[in-house]
């Protein structure tokens, strides 16, 4: 009820401000973020709506068309697709990790995350979605000599409390070495988080690279360690797209090098993205890599 109060009361004075302001009408994008906040203030219900609230917070909420966000997986490969409130994942019960997860970014979530007043990633924990087959427990990454690799990142999902912790599942975590997931691959992961700033909105598909004898690590020797990793970027409003992929260790050159083609990822993995684009729209925009097309971003080492 206080919460409820206190949102009524913000409402208040956003009207009185925008009446203030000449009647000025909040952008389209922002509005949707707002309805994301009135779902998400359901996160602190009475236990007897909890159940209620958690199925609510299954659903995806798109600023945008939710469809770039869908994959088309290979056949052979065991899937569980679970719509979450921030991220969309598709789960390998077999493997026990993400065959790839997808979220958008928009410049207004970017601004949100990068806030004074944005979630600190250090009052989250991982935890098992016991909803989802195969999602492991965080402790079984003990001692493996792995750390726990977001596939959406943290940093992109500070901007909201519902979305932190569902960034924090192990359904969205890989097992990756530390030389990689903070090095070249975590300049990547930055320079997207900047790179929506000026796009206004990205698609972020991201996931493991599968293949035969993978080592496996946890309680039961189990849960895969893939030994590639690749990342989609498409930009709606510009219509152009990027790719990487890199090895899961210690990456020798700076991530720019490697930059690839979407094309060369479904070529890698077996998927099909972005496939509700036109075809020839599709085709083009699969094809291109270069850099050179996005805003220069120089890493702090």
Known sequence: MR????????LIISAILSGCGGGSRPSEETAQVDSF????YNDELPDQESKRSNQEGKEYKSTGDASLLDVALPERLDNQTVRYKSI???FNKYY???????????NTMTSMADSRDAENRANYKFERDHDVKGCPDWWEYKESGYTRGHMAPAMDMRWNKTAMQQCFL???????LDEMNDGEWRHVEEAVHKWSRTAGRLIVITGPVFSDHMKRIGKHQD???????????YSPGQNRAIAFVMENKKMPNSWTNYATTIDKVEALTGYDFLASLDDKVEDVVESKQNIKDWPAYYPRR
């Open 3 to 10: 919460k409820q109060l206190i949102y009524s009361a913000l």
């Open 37 to 40: 906040y009135k779902s998400a």
């Open 88 to 90: 969309v994942v598709y």
């Open 96 to 106: 026990r990790v993400p065959n790839c997860v997808a979220y958008e970014l928009t």
């Open 170 to 176: 192990m359904t969205n975590i890989c097992p990756q």
């Open 223 to 233: 849960i895969a360690v893939p030994d590639r990793f690749f990342k989609v970027v």
